[in-house]
């Protein structure tokens, strides 16, 4: 692939290669001295049009300790205030040859779009409702660690489902390494069409989660609802928020996730949150860092290669 805009395109042979890179990358990352190669002498600039504090520093990490000269671009200083678009803005720093275009937009499918437009490597650092390709490997890669295996699980997708790129990421991800997937949440939140992604879907936690391995919660995006169902905080913790009874229903040894930013006391309780025995939230972090290292990295050698052969 000569870009990562989302998991749907993706093989299960390459996630795990992807996954099984990462592994090395997270064990490096525990060394006292973290740094690699794989990047050096290339150039990445990091532009998010949306707000964001994990992937865009751990998109920043990555790309330092892998040696590539990075780039933050201050999009909220930059010329797109001054009416330029978005296109226009990609053309311009294409024109300076860098060779990784980190893009995180709020509209689905603009990242895509801007790939067709440059020719360096695009990672989608989440478009809209679209995708969010790399929370879904670094969430595969905390659960091949937390579980031992990628496959044959049974995981719970719990709350806001028809506004999260994590979700769907996750689903076509899961889907693939042929896990049985379960969507829980109000009606309202389930996206149109559920029925083609070949997953159970529940409106109630406790049968939702019944034997469950793996429980993710997703934050309930209020900014993505257009003024439509935006469910009194304090109804929906009582339904849908996660705490230590409603896990009681899972397996006893079922880990809790969360992609973050989380809402503690809306979508899930603070202090199981905070509990190491049962939440790995942390661990997704951590492996955030090794995922987006191990992509810029295959995405690096498919540049050399193309870059290699005669015109
Ligand atoms: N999970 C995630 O994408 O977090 P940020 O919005 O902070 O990057």
Redesign the pocket.
């Not at 707000?51 to 865009?56: A, G, M």
């Given at each position: 692939h000569r870009h990562l805009l989302g998991i749907e395109t993706l093989r299960p042979e390459e996630i795990t290669t992807l996954l099984d890179l990462a592994d090395r990358y997270a064990a490096l990352n525990r060394q006292p001295d973290k740094h690699a190669d794989a990047l050096t002498g290339l150039t990445q600039i990091n532009m998010f049009f949306e707000?964001?504090?994990?992937?865009?520093a751990s998109f920043e990490i990555a790309g330092k300790r892998l040696g590539a000269d990075v780039m933050n671009m201050a999009m909220q200083a930059s010329s797109l205030k001054k009416g330029e678009t978005l296109i226009d803005t990609a053309l311009t720093l294409n024109a300076m040859h860098p060779d990784l275009l980190i893009v995180r937009h709020p509209h689905s499918g603009a990242v895509d779009l801007l790939a067709q437009k440059v020719n360096c490597a695009v990672l989608n650092a989440?478009d809209g409702r679209h995708e969010?390709p790399t929370?879904a490997l670094l969430d595969a890669l905390t659960i091949r660690r937390a579980k031992g295996r990628l496959h044959r699980l049974s995981i719970a997708i719990c709350g806001d489902i028809a506004h999260s790129r994590?979700a769907r990421s996750n689903i076509m991800l899961l889907g693939k390494m042929e896990n049985r997937i379960r969507l829980i949440g109000p009606p309202t939140l389930l996206p149109s069409g559920i029925a083609e992604f070949g997953v159970e879907v529940f409106d109630n936690m406790a049968e939702g989660l019944r034997d469950v391995d793996v429980v993710m919660m997703l934050r309930l995006q209020k900014e993505r609802m257009d003024g439509g169902f935006i469910p009194s905080e304090r109804e929906y913790y009582h339904r849908f928020g996660l705490d230590a009874e409603k896990l009681s229903h899972a397996k006893p040894d079922a880990i809790v996730m969360h992609?973050?930013?989380m809402n503690r006391g809306v979508e899930i309780d603070g202090t199981l949150a905070d509990d190491i025995n049962r939440s790995v939230i942390q661990d997704q972090v951590e492996m955030g860092v090794a995922v987006r290292m191990a992509a810029m990295d295959l995405l690096a050698q498919n540049l050399k290669l193309t870059r290699a052969e005669p015109a």
């Open positions: 707000n964001s504090t994990r992937t865009q989440g969010h929370q994590v992609p973050g930013p």
